[in-house]
């Protein structure tokens, strides 16, 4: 089946014309990939970038024909060069081909995003590494698994004598992912493709990752195919960008050209929103200033979280003053979710007391109190969560979902319970027509809108936000980080804002608390946290940030932060 | 891992003995005892027992005794002699009647968990990866056909069909000259000609709900990324398939074993009966039916024993072929 041509002259590595990938449905058939043309010179890096169903995993997937069933090509070609002159048509060959199978792995590796169950649960990493080697090259067992070594090595695993015969799971996810890399090099492919492989990472894991696809790429001259949704990360790696949006290209051309002289105004807007986080949000920036001697309305005083022998609290001690947005940064693992789960008191504490200022101005320690006491307390303390798909329950309509709370405390029912689940609805911007509708009917951004009035119905004071906005396209991030501002003047909230991303901490918090391993490291105004931070942990926190420029790539900046062998200094609070 | 099997294997002491003790509570709940049962069962062929008679014979057995005496002289005789007391019935050593049963009762289980297996993994299997083609379809038509009918008429059914059409040899597992015959390869070909018939009514009932529950499992993990990336490395489906979703759908089977260890003995019991088999389940019906108290406290505490054993082993061996619960 294979096109076999003679080459002529130098030809790019790989070259995709007009490439069509449908999923056939039961209405009629979907194009994730409508017409795509691109290709990717020897050596180079190709960053893909676009949202959510843009297309670009599937454009991946497509190259090595692993789209996931009933997705397949239905036209257009692509052409991969290798440099013993012979060309193949990759769209051409089916899917089970042998011909496709000795390209996958040999010539064109991938890495995925999830580095955890990209790697079998149940075979060593040494195993799947192995084999990777075996397919493709003739060695005995003992050679490839020297090899295997070898390369786990160079993706800088330590003592790879030991690591090659552990489980994925032993490893944390940024082994696990230079694992994957290892396994992807294996045959030394001219082509590497990377289908978001730091998206589940931390940002210093990320930066570490990023650093060692370029070296490698620098030493083996291999071409990368880099797929992402961070205009950051490929301002800091690409040489061509290809923009993305519904299947569609649009906007091809050189990182320079993209970023500094962007002709598309999708490509303009996911510029402008990366942009936008650069500095503080303008509805912050109108705001008066908060009054800094109002009595803190809450005051998290020395408080310790223990789960058996981890500590994930450890001696954290923050105030939250009425009206403000108090930012909790850090990686994962540092505690910030457990943090805004005890405030909840989803946890009993092992130590310590939070304060919670009544509207009367009485003082209660949610840390103590229990019963009705406590059930007072949680309607005005409220949450709304990360995942807009799994906080919501899918057999509830979204009257339901947001008159809930009003139905359980007896406070609304029938007709004013309807009046009052539209009127919310309204106030975050949603049309209460839809309001019977269940929410899978509904967009990830529309959903974590339904979140936010569920979180409101009652009026509360407080509202935990954790990683409210991670899960959303840059796009949507800003409508929703928008709204939250808004509702917080018109009803006086106070927000704790957790969340990874310093971009969206500066945008809309006021002050800043750095967590790192369990522990507060640095509170202060956002501005100076997120601008010139004081503690050493934040400052390689923050040079781990891939700039959205491509002029601006200087990797020696950045630092990675280890804590210093006697620590004494537990948490700083005001 | 050797603590914990030291731990499971303390846990099964008082076990045996709280599940020994009900169980030989249960099966003296019932009004009268085996002199009644007996007395009835003469008096059904018009023979008349003096109470003197009766008298003597719960003298002999010792039913007379308190039930705390009786339970402690039984179990003393088995910890002490290994003497699981006397059948009524059958006037023989429980243990001799118990093993006898059981060699045949084990062939027999083994042989249709293996066909069921054989059978149902690659259908499931096959059923997973062509999600909703013609095949599946017919398969799936067939695992539900399998559930409902139940294996009693299913036996009655082959029972006819092999002896009316083909005038095969059907119920019990030998002809009559092997029955009582010495081991011999004879006698071994004689049993393979029997075997067929239980093993087929057998397997097909199991058979059609593991092929679902094999179904179910790969496709929780046919979509998982682990297998794109073996995908993407240029293994071949086949290779793929079997080396990694099969390898972890596979895992929930382990665990069936826990039950399928005590379903030797009084599992198919309908199946045994109809079809004649000498297995060990019909005799455990019978000892329960007669109140031969010590035969069927024997199976009972067999049973039991063979379930802790059972879900120790399954324990066991998915700590060994499953690094996470190994490990973690």
Request: hydrophobic fraction near 45%; charge should be neutral.
């Amino acid at each position: 089946m294979s096109d076999v041509l003679s080459m002529p002259a130098r030809k790019p590595l790989l070259e995709v014309r007009n490439l069509v990938t449908e999923f056939p449905l039961r209405t009629g058939v979907f194009r994730a990939v409508n017409d795509l043309s691109f290709s990717i010179e020897a050596g180079k890096t190709l960053c893909v970038v676009g949202e959510s169903g843009s297309g670009k995993s599937v454009t991946a997937r497509s190259i090595l024909q692993i789209v996931d069933a009933p997705g397949q090509i239905a036209s257009g070609s692509i052409m991969l060069n290798t440099a013993d002159g012979v060309s193949i048509d990759l769209a051409k060959l089916h899917p089970r081909s042998k011909a496709i199978r000795a390209v996958r792995g040999r010539d064109i590796a991938m890495i995925f995003q999830e580095p955890m169950s990209s790697l079998s649960p149940v075979h060593t990493v040494g195993d799947q590494i192995t084999e990777a080697i075996r397919l493709h090259m003739k060695m005995s067992k003992d050679e490839a698994r020297a090899e295997a070594i070898n390369l786990l090595r160079q993706v800088e695993i330590p003592n790879p004598e030991l690591a090659i015969d552990r489980y994925a799971f032993q490893y944390s996810g940024g082994m696990r992912q230079r694992a994957m890399i290892a396994m992807a090099l294996a045959c030394r492919p001219k082509l590497l493709i990377a289908d978001e492989p730091t998206t589940a990472l931390d940002v210093t894991t990320q930066a570490e990752i990023l650093d060692l696809i370029a070296r490698l790429q620098k030493q083996s001259g291999m071409a990368v195919l880099f797929i992402t949704h961070d205009m950051g990360v490929v301002a800091q790696i690409a040489d061509d960008v290809l923009v993305m949006h519904h299947g569609v290209a649009k906007e091809y051309g050189t990182v320079e050209q993209i970023f500094h002289s962007p002709q598309d105004p999708y490509t303009k807007m996911l510029i402008g929103s990366v942009l936008k986080l650069e500095q503080k949000a303008e509805i912050r920036l109108a705001r008066p200033p908060l009054d800094q001697t109002a009595p803190p309305i809450l005051e998290v005083r020395n408080l310790s979280q223990q789960f058996g022998t981890v500590k994930a609290l450890d001696n954290v001690s923050i105030s939250l003053l009425p009206g403000e947005t108090l930012g909790i940064v850090g990686e994962s693992g540092s505690g910030k979710t457990t943090m805004g789960r005890a405030i909840m008191r989803l946890y009993d504490p092992t130590a310590g007391e939070m304060l919670y200022r009544k509207v009367d101005g009485s003082v209660v320690d949610l840390a103590k109190i229990e019963g009705e006491e406590l059930k007072k307390a949680r309607r005005e303390l409220r949450m709304v969560f990360q995942d807009p798909f799994g906080s919501l329950n899918p057999r509830m309509t979204v009257a339901q979902v947001i008159g809930e709370p009003l139905l359980v405390n007896g406070i609304a029912r029938g007709k004013e319970l309807d009046d009052r689940v539209s009127h919310l609805m309204e106030q975050v911007g949603l049309d209460p027509r839809g309001r019977e509708r269940y929410p899978h009917a509904f967009s990830g951004g529309q959903r974590q809108r339904i979140g936010i009035a569920r979180a409101i119905t009652l009026n509360p004071r407080i509202i935990v936000a954790d990683e409210a906005t991670s899960a959303l396209d840059v796009s949507v991030r800003f409508q929703v980080l928008d709204l939250l501002m808004k509702l917080q003047d018109q009803l006086g909230l106070a927000y704790i804002f957790i969340s990874h991303d310093i971009g969206v901490i500066r945008y809309m918090c006021d002050r800043v608390g750095v967590m790192y391993r369990g522990k507060i490291v640095e509170v202060g105004e956002a501005e100076k946290v997120c601008n010139a931070p004081d503690h050493p942990y934040t400052q390689a926190l923050l040079s781990a940030i891939p700039r959205p420029d491509p002029r601006d790539r200087d990797r020696s900046r950045r630092f990675r932060y280890i804590e210093p062998a006697a620590v004494k200094n537990g948490s700083a609070g005001r | 891992m050797l603590k914990f099997i030291g731990k499971r294997l303390l846990w099964m002491i008082p076990s045996l003995f709280a599940v020994s003790f009900l169980a030989f509570v249960l099966i003296q709940l019932p009004p009268g005892d085996y002199v009644t049962t007996y007395i009835a069962t003469l008096a059904a062929s018009n023979e008349v027992v003096d109470q003197n008679t009766a008298a003597q014979l719960r003298e002999r057995f010792g039913l007379d005794d308190p039930m705390l005496v009786q339970y402690g002289k039984w179990m003393w005789g088995i910890l002490s002699r290994g003497d699981f007391g006397i059948s009524f019935e059958w006037q023989q050593p429980v243990s001799g009647l118990i093993w006898e049963r059981m060699a045949l009762t084990l062939v027999l289980a083994i042989a249709s968990l293996l066909a069921t297996w054989a059978i149902a993994l690659p259908i499931g299997v096959y059923s997973a990866v062509k999600k909703y083609s013609i095949g599946d379809y017919a398969f799936t038509a067939f695992s539900f056909f399998g559930l409902s009918v139940p294996s009693f008429l299913l036996a009655l059914v082959l029972m006819y069909v092999a002896a009316v059409e083909f005038g095969a040899d059907v119920g019990g597992l030998f002809s009559q000259e092997y029955e009582t015959a010495p081991w011999s390869i004879a006698k071994m070909v004689d049993l393979m000609t029997h075997i067929w018939l239980p093993v087929t009514i057998l397997a097909v009932s199991s058979t059609a709900s593991l092929i679902r529950v094999m179904r179910a499992n790969m496709l929780d993990e046919l979509p998982k990324p682990y297998v794109t990336t073996a995908r993407a490395k240029g293994l071949s489906e086949f290779r793929l398939l079997t080396k990694y979703p099969m390898r972890i759908a596979l895992n929930p089977f382990i665990s069936t074993i826990a039950w399928l260890l005590p379903n030797l003995i009084s599992g198919s019991v309908v199946v045994a009966i109809v079809l004649n088999l000498p297995t060990a389940a019909p005799l455990l019906l019978q000892a329960l039916m007669a109140q031969d108290m010590y035969l069927a406290g024997a199976f009972v505490l067999l049973i039991c024993a063979l379930t802790l054993i059972g879900s120790l082993i399954s324990d066991i061996l998915l700590a060994m072929v499953d690094p996470r619960i190994r490990l973690e």
